[in-house]
């Protein structure tokens, strides 16, 4: 439904996305996750046809966005990271408006307008003027303008940015409801957001794609980071050479020192992949004379893969700048 290659985008001195690529099929939900800068907003705006790119393409429903723009419009709903309301307008009003604009024939305009404004559960606030609605509440018209001419994409840049707890709560709810009718690509520097709402993430970091997967197997790309946390109570000096040489351990760090009780410390265990060695890993600690207070299997999160997908090129940068400074 949606198919990237080779896109990039050149501002002046200043490369936005570099050979970007990934594809969407129909009725998935795509995460596309990067840290701020990262050239999200910019493949957004593309794929909607609000700007063009500078090499490469990107199309929608086998229409290309650029040459194809006015087909493409018909099969997209955006809602860009402002979403322009007319705050003067009661919420019904407005998306009358909206599907007015985007073609849809008077007939049917009364129905859409519905059927939108209940997939947004916005039955309650239709009469409101959106000035007098709160920043969940707006979101939802956002949304409810990018899909009242019923598209089979919709394209959400950072849809929940600003919203307190309980509404990012909600909006994630709504577009989880919005999928398999529809095809989701949904820009986001907030990890969860991906995990929870996404089949598939498209991790993008200074304009380049890093890796594209379900947040399943990318976690499990970080297999061998999984382990144990232990907290033991006694001399540390005979056990961490011991745990070091049990089968299926990589690694034995101290990660807290005597923060609890003197003498007390939280050990992280890493483990191979496919490896629990936890029964031999109590054993020793107990038949050690060590106390053992706390003991539990940790699995990487898919905020460890992020880091360590995206850390590196931080610290190059990091390095470049301090370079450049030096200079
Ligand atoms: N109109 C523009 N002119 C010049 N540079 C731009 C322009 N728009 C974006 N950039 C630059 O392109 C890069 C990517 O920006 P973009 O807004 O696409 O990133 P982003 O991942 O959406 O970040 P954020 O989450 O902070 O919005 C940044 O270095 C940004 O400064």
């Given at each position: 439904?949606?198919?990237?290659?080779?896109?990039?985008?050149?501002?002046?001195?200043?490369?936005?996305?570099?050979?970007?690529?990934?594809?969407?099929?129909?009725?998935?939900?795509?995460?596309?996750l990067?840290?701020n800068?990262?050239?999200?907003?910019?493949?957004?705006?593309?794929?909607?046809?609000?700007?063009?790119?500078?090499?490469?393409?990107a199309?929608?429903?086998?229409?290309?966005?650029?040459?194809?723009?006015?087909?493409?419009?018909?099969?997209?709903?955006?809602?860009?990271?402002?979403?322009?309301?007319?705050?003067?307008?009661?919420?019904?009003?407005?998306?009358?408006?909206?599907?007015?604009?985007?073609?849809?024939?008077?007939?049917?305009?009364?129905?859409?307008?519905?059927?939108?404004?209940?997939?947004?559960?916005?039955?309650?606030?239709?009469?409101?003027?959106?000035?007098?609605?709160?920043?969940?509440?707006?979101?939802?018209?956002?949304?409810?303008?990018?899909?009242?001419?019923?598209?089979?994409?919709?394209i959400?840049?950072?849809?929940?940015?600003?919203l307190?707890?309980?509404?990012?709560?909600?909006?994630?709810h709504l577009?989880k409801?919005?999928?398999?009718?529809?095809?989701?690509?949904?820009?986001?520097?907030?990890?969860?957001?991906?995990?929870?709402t996404?089949?598939?993430?498209?991790?993008?970091?200074?304009?380049?794609?890093?890796?594209?997967?379900?947040?399943?197997?990318l976690?499990?790309?970080?297999?061998?980071?999984?382990?144990?946390?232990?907290?033991?109570?006694?001399?540390?000096?005979?056990?961490?050479?011991l745990?070091s040489?049990?089968?299926?351990?990589?690694?034995?760090?101290?990660?807290?020192?005597?923060?609890?009780?003197?003498?007390?410390?939280?050990?992280?265990?890493?483990?191979?992949?496919?490896?629990?060695p936890?029964?031999?890993?109590?054993?020793?600690?107990?038949?050690?004379?060590?106390?053992?207070?706390?003991?539990?299997?940790?699995?990487?999160?898919?905020?460890?893969?992020?880091?360590?997908?995206?850390?590196?090129?931080?610290?190059?940068?990091?390095?470049?700048?301090?370079?450049?400074?030096?200079?």
């Amino acid at each position: 439904m949606i198919e990237v290659e080779h896109l990039s985008k050149i501002y002046g001195s200043t490369t936005a996305i570099e050979d970007v690529h990934f594809s969407v099929s129909a009725g998935e939900i795509i995460g596309f996750l990067g840290p701020n800068g990262a050239g999200k907003t910019t493949t957004m705006r593309i794929l909607a046809g609000y700007i063009p790119a500078s090499s490469g393409t990107a199309k929608i429903a086998g229409y290309d966005v650029h040459q194809q723009s006015m087909e493409v419009r018909k099969r997209i709903g955006y809602l860009p990271e402002n979403p322009p309301l007319y705050l003067d307008l009661t919420v019904e009003s407005f998306l009358h408006f909206v599907a007015k604009i985007k073609g849809i024939s008077a007939g049917e305009r009364s129905q859409k307008v519905q059927n939108a404004i209940a997939r947004c559960q916005l039955k309650d606030k239709s009469r409101t003027i959106i000035r007098k609605l709160s920043k969940g509440y707006r979101q939802r018209v956002g949304i409810a303008q990018a899909i009242v001419h019923e598209p089979p994409v919709i394209i959400l840049d950072e849809p929940t940015v600003g919203l307190d707890p309980r509404q990012i709560i909600e909006v994630r709810h709504l577009i989880k409801s919005l999928a398999g009718e529809h095809t989701i690509i949904l820009s986001t520097h907030i990890l969860p957001e991906v995990s929870m709402t996404c089949d598939r993430v498209t991790i993008i970091n200074r304009g380049k794609v890093v890796t594209s997967d379900t947040p399943i197997n990318l976690m499990e790309q970080l297999q061998g980071n999984s382990g144990y946390e232990v907290e033991v109570e006694g001399n540390l000096d005979s056990i961490l050479p011991l745990l070091s040489q049990i089968t299926g351990v990589s690694q034995v760090k101290v990660i807290q020192s005597e923060i609890v009780k003197p003498n007390r410390n939280v050990l992280q265990i890493v483990c191979r992949a496919n490896s629990e060695p936890g029964k031999e890993i109590a054993a020793t600690i107990v038949n050690q004379g060590l106390g053992l207070y706390q003991m539990r299997y940790t699995r990487p999160s898919l905020e460890d893969v992020f880091l360590e997908l995206t850390t590196e090129d931080l610290m190059v940068a990091s390095d470049e700048e301090n370079t450049t400074m030096n200079n």
